[in-house]
């Protein structure tokens, strides 16, 4: 069965600082890839998405996340945080037009 | 573009009582996706349409469930008989015909049943 790991539930980072959200996700076929953002009281905001080819992939607000077919894995990272980062993300993978969802990791970041 | 729109945004219901929730998707998106999001979980899948087709259903979506889309714009998703295991975020997502894997999503519709 399909399926979408997000090992980490909360990160705190302090604004400046790096940060990087590992996915996982257990797929039989080449999967189509997504991270979501979500903030309190919004809908989901698309921030990057990998189909095929170059597998660095960039993104809206200056993140990139990079596949890894090896080691079945999608992590999402931003060279440095912003306060406004703040938020929930979401992997996602696109399974004949269903996303299944990782359970999300919470970012913090400290002033 | 106005995106994708859903309502109520919120709705609190005692349980026993029938809810339904409308999302209007963008113009000329002809996918529209239905799920569910509880507290510290990402989205689940509950259905799908293409145009007016619904082509699939978690088995999530018990028979108090159901959703349509009768003209293949917007869709609306009834819950009978009202549970608090109901409760939860509801979000709507639509996507275009071609190209695009992109599923836009709603604000969603915050059920909360007492």
């Known amino acids: 069965a399909q399926s979408v790991t997000q090992p980490d539930i909360h990160i705190t980072v302090s604004e400046g600082a790096s940060l990087e959200l590992r996915c996982n996700y257990s797929?039989?076929?080449?999967?189509?890839l997504f991270w979501y953002v979500q903030s309190p009281g919004q809908g989901l905001q698309l921030l990057l998405k990998?189909?095929?080819?170059?597998?660095l992939v960039q993104g809206i607000k200056g993140f990139e996340a990079e596949f890894k077919r090896s080691q079945s894995s999608f992590n999402l990272r931003k060279p440095s945080v912003h306060w406004s980062d703040a938020a929930e993300y979401f992997c996602?993978?696109?399974?004949?037009?269903?996303?299944?969802f990782g359970s999300g990791t919470k970012l913090n970041v400290k002033p | 573009d106005t995106g994708v729109s859903q309502n109520p945004r919120h709705k609190i219901t005692k349980r026993g009582q029938n809810v339904t929730f409308r999302c209007d998707p963008i113009?000329?998106?002809?996918?529209l996706y239905w799920y569910r999001q509880t507290l510290g979980q990402g989205p689940e899948f509950l259905t799908y349409?293409?145009?007016?087709?619904?082509?699939?259903k978690s088995r999530l979506l018990s028979d108090r469930f159901s959703a349509e889309r009768p003209k293949g714009s917007f869709s609306t998703l009834e819950i009978q008989r009202t549970e608090q295991g109901d409760s939860a975020m509801y979000l709507c997502?639509?996507?275009?015909?071609?190209?695009?894997?992109?599923?836009?999503f709603g604000p969603g519709t915050r059920l909360t049943v007492t």
């Open positions: 997502a639509s996507s275009p015909p071609t190209g695009d894997y992109e599923q836009y």
């Open positions: 797929y039989g076929a080449t999967p189509y």
């Open positions: 990998y189909f095929s080819g170059d597998t």
């Open positions: 996602a993978v696109d399974n004949f037009n269903k996303f299944y």
């Open positions: 113009s000329e998106h002809n996918r």
């Open positions: 349409f293409q145009n007016e087709a619904q082509l699939e």
